[in-house]
């Protein structure tokens, strides 16, 4: 059969269609696609891909395994080291990470490995096979937070055999995947079913449950808890701080998608949570969450620009993501940065002042630095501001947990990549070590952390 250069396509909502709706816009492969792509992959003897998985999944083995139609076998290999791999197969950088170190990308296109594991999870969810759970029997362990790094740590401890209670302060389990990214890019739905296999295995899920005031870490070991995972995530938003920013119409972008995703705003007044967008709205920032916010507003039914302060080729949001951006009409203004938003005597938001940059030379972070261009200043009429500049781990934990260590950034200090903290018995891992990163990685760190957690809980015992 001739070597087939590029992708199997992915077929999506039309973009005229979806910017007036919620649904997901990539539609998923058919299992004929999935054959079809499925075959592209080179069986390599050295497969280099499985080195770009932060939760080690045996890539060629499942991809084999679809070759072979034993679908069945595929998704068992998947859930070996991914316990969320409907979610992963949507939302995972994969262009930077498994397919990034793909041999057939070196000169085409690499193999779709995400779209390929997308299409084994959905296959698996949609025949709602039930899961056995598995007897606990080597003592209790505590995770706090229900996003990635939680509900993999969680996951993979319960499968090991210990009793898992995942605390969570939201009302619904999964962190960022349900209050961060929208509908459109990963519904609900595939979250509460990945969330439904993990309780399955026997984890249980305590919800509206603040660990920092509800009860303390300390107050977990008191209740019989051997170890405990932090996994709490960033989840406090920055600003700017230029003059401007505490006007009506200004969110943060934290608060814009938890309002309309996790609280449902885009169905008010079905849900009881209104969200003020005006006719144009401007998006700070040049990540995911920037192209999230932007897309979400625009759904809303407002004009959505993003302002960034370097070019295009320097933006951190996946190419997928700011094509699908594009497509839907989002209107993008580079090298802009804004020095102020300006309001009305009701202290509503009517404009935001910008001024334009040049790229300097590359700073700490590899990327040349944005410079403001004296005198360049303008002023584009906006309703809505939406910052996206990125999030802080969450205090609360380390606030009320004072042996534990934590840096100037106000994330936990661990001893080395399984997460041991400066505390006896407590783990951490995730964006509240790391800051904000990827959902794959967090996944990673829940992965090592409870190995990690297995063995000291194993010598501890035969000490």
Same mark, same amino acid.
């Given at each position: &059969? ?40 080179? !069986? ?99 995770? #706090? ?30 962190? #960022? ?61 920055? %600003? ?58 625009? $759904? ?9 302060? $370097? ?28 020095? @102020?938003?300006?309001? !009305? ?71 080395? @990549? ?8 407590? %783990?951490?891992?995730?964006?509240? #070590? ?8 967090? &996944? ?14 194993? !010598?501890?015992?035969?000490?």
């Amino acid at each position: &059969m001739p070597l087939k250069p590029n992708k199997t396509p992915m077929p999506v909502q039309d973009s005229k269609e979806r910017i007036k709706n919620f649904n997901e816009v990539a539609l998923g492969y058919s299992e004929a696609d999935a054959l079809k792509e499925a075959e592209r992959c080179l !069986n390599c003897k050295k497969p280099l891909c499985k080195q770009g998985c932060p939760v080690e999944v045996p890539i060629p083995e499942f991809i084999q395994a679809i070759k072979e139609k034993d679908y069945e076998k595929a998704i068992e290999i998947l859930k070996s080291k991914n316990n969320l791999p409907a979610i992963c197969g949507r939302v995972c950088p994969q262009e930077n990470q498994c397919e990034k170190y793909c041999v057939m990308g070196k000169k085409h296109e690499p193999v779709a490995i995400g779209r390929l594991e997308r299409w084994v999870a959905d296959w698996d969810l949609n025949r709602k096979k039930e899961v056995k759970s598995i007897e606990a029997t080597k003592g209790k362990v505590a995770v #706090v937070g229900a996003g990635p790094a939680g509900l993999t740590a969680a996951a993979d401890l319960a499968k090991m055999g210990y009793k898992v209670t995942v605390f969570e302060a939201f009302h619904k389990a999964g962190g #960022v995947l349900v209050y961060g990214i929208p509908e459109f890019r990963l519904p609900k739905e595939i979250v509460k079913r990945e969330v439904e296999y993990i309780k399955q295995l026997g984890v249980e899920l305590k919800l509206n449950f603040i660990i920092g005031k509800t009860k303390t870490i300390d107050e977990l070991f008191e209740d019989g808890y051997e170890a405990v995972f932090i996994a709490t995530g960033a989840g406090l938003p920055r %600003f700017m701080n230029i003059p401007g920013e505490n006007l009506n119409g200004v969110y943060s972008a934290n608060e814009f998608l938890t309002r309309v995703n996790l609280m449902k705003a885009y169905r008010f007044p079905e849900y009881k949570t209104p969200i003020r967008v005006g006719k144009r709205v401007a998006v700070i920032g040049g990540g995911n969450v920037a192209m999230d916010a932007a897309r979400t507003a625009l $759904r809303l039914g407002a004009e959505s620009y993003v302002i960034y302060r $370097r070019s295009e080729k320097e933006m951190p949001a996946r190419l997928e993501e700011i094509h699908h951006a594009k497509e839907e009409g989002v209107k993008f203004k580079f090298l802009a940065n804004p020095v @102020e938003i300006i309001g !009305n005597e009701k202290g509503e938001v009517i404009a935001i002042k910008c001024i334009d940059m040049e790229l300097g030379e590359p700073d700490e972070s590899g990327r040349r630095r944005p410079i403001p261009k004296e005198g360049s200043e303008w002023v584009m009429e906006v309703d809505n501001v939406i910052i996206a500049i990125g999030n802080s781990p969450n205090p609360l934990v380390p606030r009320t947990t004072p042996d534990i260590e934590t840096t100037k950034w106000g994330t936990i200090v661990v001893k080395n @990549e399984d997460g041991e903290t400066t505390k006896e018995g407590v %783990f951490a891992g995730g964006d509240i #070590v790391t800051g904000a990163a990827t959902v794959i990685e967090a &996944m990673g760190a829940g992965k090592r952390a409870a190995r990690a957690i297995d063995q000291y809980l194993t !010598n501890k015992k035969i000490m």
